[in-house]
């Protein structure tokens, strides 16, 4: 076993800031608001708090040794789908945890989090220095989760309250829709090993594009304000099969979190029920919507290699991250990182050569390879340093409650 020097502050103190702002986040939610699940895909915010410090203990601070675990009975409670560590409890019923309390769920949070900071100054080894890298990722992933699930239970509430208060901001134009031409030929597409990536970004290979032009904003709700206009949810000619049977089947009528008032449109978000701001990109579509929309505008979603290679030109540039007093996007531009994650037209497929890591962390990406689409970039709750231009993220075609938008393409 090869041993690295005694670990730096750097890592400490990016473990105890991720740890913090998990916290920070969950802070505006009352102890009944972390409790309750609206639905089988969210889970309790209680939930998330507790699910990432299992993480670090099952993968980290059990197998290093001479760690007392919080309580016995978490491993089944907070576990989420690792089969090879053992049985759970159903993940559409966790909302029906009510103990360990939310409280509870802080102090297993201070014994776990006090437990893995003792051990990154003692000094670990490659492993052990991998699984905390891989647990901080995953905590930021459960951080823009916590944030989604929190905001889908709220707007369950028949008064849509806020989560947070931040104030109320002007109206701009949108930009106009410009195109962006993107040479065709052979392309490098993947992690290249340089940093941190999931497996599922991996390997790095080379696709062949044919000459395409990218839109140089996401579409955004005044662009979708003329598609509902259109009668584009009552035209089963722009919809997949299964997109319109969503439709009938759902009563869709306009993205999730819209709602008409008296005429006009408002949208749910953080700040509660608020007048649509025109100029930012639209949020909470599914991908049968995204490609009904660009069937619409006579355009097409790019294909994730397509987006890949489009955002290499713009990828010093930043939309809205996640901010614990905002969460919410911000305006549509040239930016191809931020705001919402962005739907493509591919399938969530493993890259040509891709093996799952070994051992139970290999059920991390590559078990979910089947019915799911990809989206790319980052969204108003991606944690800012978690994104990069590789990135897959992936929900079935009718997820609609993720910070999900999109961006044409076209011949």
């Given at each position: 076993?090869?041993?690295?020097?005694?670990?730096?502050?750097?890592?400490?103190?990016?473990?105890?800031?991720?740890?913090?702002?998990?916290?920070?986040?969950?802070?505006?939610?009352?102890?009944e608001?972390?409790?309750?699940?609206?639905?089988?895909?969210a889970s309790?915010?209680?939930?998330?708090?507790?699910?990432?410090?299992?993480?670090?203990?099952?993968?980290?601070l059990?197998?290093?040794?001479?760690?007392?675990?919080?309580?016995?009975?978490?491993?089944?409670?907070?576990n989420?789908?690792?089969?090879?560590v053992?049985?759970?409890?159903?993940?559409?019923?966790?909302?029906?945890?009510?103990?360990?309390?939310?409280?509870?769920v802080?102090?297993?949070?201070e014994?776990?989090?006090?437990?893995?900071?003792?051990?990154i100054?003692?000094?670990?080894?490659?492993?052990?220095?991998?699984?905390v890298?891989?647990?901080?990722?995953?905590?930021?992933?459960?951080?823009?989760?916590?944030?989604?699930?929190?905001?889908?239970?709220?707007?369950?509430?028949?008064?849509?309250?806020?989560?947070?208060?931040w104030?109320?901001?002007?109206?701009?134009?949108?930009?106009?829709?410009?195109?962006?031409?993107?040479?065709?030929?052979?392309?490098?597409?993947?992690?290249d090993?340089a940093?941190?990536?999931?497996?599922?970004?991996?390997?790095?290979?080379?696709?062949?594009?044919?000459?395409?032009?990218?839109?140089?904003r996401?579409?955004?709700?005044?662009?979708?304000?003329?598609?509902?206009?259109?009668?584009?949810?009552?035209?089963?000619?722009l919809?997949?099969?299964?997109?319109?049977?969503?439709?009938?089947?759902?009563?869709?009528?306009?993205?999730?979190?819209?709602q008409e008032?008296?005429?006009?449109w408002m949208?749910?978000?953080?700040?509660?029920?608020r007048?649509?701001?025109?100029?930012?990109?639209?949020?909470?579509?599914?991908?049968?919507?995204?490609?009904?929309?660009?069937r619409?505008?006579?355009?097409?979603?790019?294909?994730?290699?397509?987006?890949?290679?489009a955002a290499?030109?713009?990828?010093?540039?930043?939309?809205?991250?996640?901010?614990?007093?905002?969460?919410?996007?911000?305006?549509?531009?040239?930016?191809?990182?931020?705001?919402?994650?962005?739907?493509?037209?591919?399938?969530?497929?493993?890259?040509?050569?891709?093996?799952?890591?070994?051992?139970a962390?290999g059920?991390?990406?590559?078990?979910?390879?089947?019915?799911?689409h990809?989206?790319?970039?980052?969204?108003?709750?991606?944690?800012?340093?978690?994104?990069?231009?590789?990135?897959?993220?992936?929900?079935?075609?009718?997820?609609?409650?993720?910070?999900?938008?999109?961006?044409?393409?076209?011949?």
């Amino acid at each position: 076993m090869t041993l690295t020097a005694p670990a730096t502050p750097t890592l400490l103190a990016r473990f105890l800031d991720v740890r913090a702002l998990t916290e920070r986040l969950a802070a505006p939610l009352s102890p009944e608001d972390q409790t309750a699940q609206s639905m089988p895909d969210a889970s309790p915010a209680k939930w998330h708090r507790a699910h990432t410090s299992w993480f670090f203990e099952e993968f980290l601070l059990d197998p290093a040794g001479g760690y007392r675990p919080f309580d016995p009975t978490f491993g089944y409670l907070f576990n989420s789908y690792y089969e090879a560590v053992g049985p759970r409890h159903p993940r559409p019923e966790r909302g029906l945890v009510t103990r360990p309390s939310a409280d509870e769920v802080g102090r297993y949070r201070e014994h776990v989090g006090q437990a893995v900071a003792a051990l990154i100054e003692r000094g670990l080894d490659e492993a052990q220095a991998e699984v905390v890298e891989l647990g901080l990722n995953h905590e930021q992933q459960h951080q823009e989760l916590l944030v989604m699930d929190a905001l889908h239970l709220l707007s369950r509430h028949p008064f849509g309250p806020a989560m947070i208060d931040w104030p109320v901001e002007d109206d701009p134009d949108p930009e106009p829709l410009t195109w962006r031409p993107v040479p065709g030929g052979l392309y490098e597409v993947g992690h290249d090993g340089a940093g941190f990536a999931y497996d599922n970004e991996g390997l790095r290979h080379t696709v062949h594009l044919v000459p395409f032009e990218i839109a140089e904003r996401a579409v955004t709700n005044e662009d979708w304000l003329a598609f509902t206009a259109d009668g584009g949810y009552t035209r089963p000619e722009l919809w997949l099969s299964d997109g319109w049977a969503a439709v009938q089947q759902q009563g869709w009528q306009a993205p999730g979190y819209w709602q008409e008032q008296d005429g006009q449109w408002m949208v749910f978000g953080s700040g509660g029920v608020r007048t649509l701001r025109r100029a930012e990109p639209v949020c909470h579509v599914s991908f049968y919507e995204a490609d009904a929309y660009a069937r619409w505008a006579g355009a097409r979603l790019p294909t994730e290699a397509e987006w890949e290679v489009a955002a290499g030109d713009v990828a010093e540039l930043r939309g809205q991250l996640l901010d614990p007093d905002r969460l919410h996007p911000g305006v549509a531009g040239r930016h191809m990182l931020g705001d919402v994650w962005e739907w493509t037209s591919s399938a969530y497929l493993p890259y040509p050569g891709f093996r799952p890591v070994e051992g139970a962390v290999g059920e991390y990406n590559g078990k979910f390879m089947s019915d799911q689409h990809v989206l790319r970039g980052a969204s108003c709750a991606t944690p800012a340093g978690h994104e990069r231009l590789t990135y897959r993220n992936f929900y079935p075609a009718a997820a609609r409650w993720a910070f999900a938008g999109l961006r044409l393409a076209r011949p």
